[in-house]
């Protein structure tokens, strides 16, 4: 796999601490990952709930591999939620990998790693299939090309396992997020469900490689959770079933 670019290549986040929690920014203005100094485990961003909306549709998930590891928001709560999930996190910018203990992010291990690398290289070369794959990728600049383009997503579709699941993160009023959301729909047959947050910052995209979202509409019914996850993601859950319905009466 290619190497990345030097350290100097790469812009260094800063930390932002308040009263109740830390964040992780690129600019004061766009926060990359928020953390409630409580909680530390918890998912503080509305996105973030909504993403872990694919357990709707995989509730069991065995391998896991996000693109992107900001505070390492997903990754925390995938690692202590789900402990028969293996979780590999690509991240590019070595300034952020490095400020992995400031957010209780989870030492490498057998379940757990993080590795410096592309994301785009690191799907086209699919040295994994996982059954959940999360791109929430961003720099200064917003979602970087690389993380957009249809052969990413191309790359996406033929990493996953056959019923595997895609999950992206766009932003709400991205000038190109019409466009990202159709290459999806090509690479993926049609099979995307888009699901705007309560903030209308957001557009979190899902893309079922196999029969996911037919199974979610069948059943319905919650995945097996710990009562501090479930109340998490009760609001999300309800957000995905109410996106769903127009696809059961279609």
């Known amino acids: 796999m290619p190497d990345t670019l030097d ?16 964040a992780l920014h690129f600019s004061i203005s766009a926060i990359q990952s928020r953390m409630k100094l409580r909680d530390p485990y918890a998912l503080d961003l509305e996105y973030t709930r909504t993403m872990m ?9 065995r391998q896991i591999v996000m693109i992107g590891l900001g505070g ?15 979780i590999q996190v690509a991240e590019i910018n070595p300034h952020v ?3 992995r203990d400031e957010f209780h992010v989870p030492p490498d291990g057998e379940r757990f790693r993080v590795i410096e690398t592309d994301g785009a290289q690191f799907v086209r070369h699919r040295v994994t299939r996982p059954d959940v794959l999360i791109v929430d990728g961003f720099d200064t600049e917003g979602q ?3 993380l ?6 191309d790359d996406c579709h033929e990493m996953l396992q056959p019923d595997g699941i895609l999950v992206v993160n766009l932003h709400y009023g991205h000038r190109q997020r019409d466009a ?6 090509r690479s993926f047959d049609g099979a995307v469900l888009v699901v705007d947050d309560g903030e209308l910052s957001n557009s979190v995209v899902f893309a079922s490689k196999g029969h996911a979202f037919s199974q ?3 059943e319905g019914s919650p995945p097996p959770l710990s009562p501090s996850a479930g109340e998490q993601l009760a609001e999300a859950f309800a957000l995905i079933r109410r996106a769903l319905k127009p696809r059961r009466q279609a």
């Open 148 to 153: 957009a383009s249809q052969r990413f997503y």
């Open 97 to 99: 990998i490095a400020l």
């Open 72 to 86: 390492g928001s997903l990754a925390k709560f995938c690692f202590h939620h789900l402990p028969h999930a293996s």
């Open 216 to 218: 979610a509409e069948r």
């Open 180 to 185: 990202f959301i159709e290459r999806i729909r």
């Open 144 to 146: 970087p090309p690389r």
């Open 53 to 61: 909306g694919f357990l709707l549709f995989n509730p069991e998930p």
């Open 7 to 22: 350290a100097a290549d790469h812009v260094k986040p800063f930390v932002y601490e308040s009263l109740t929690s830390k």
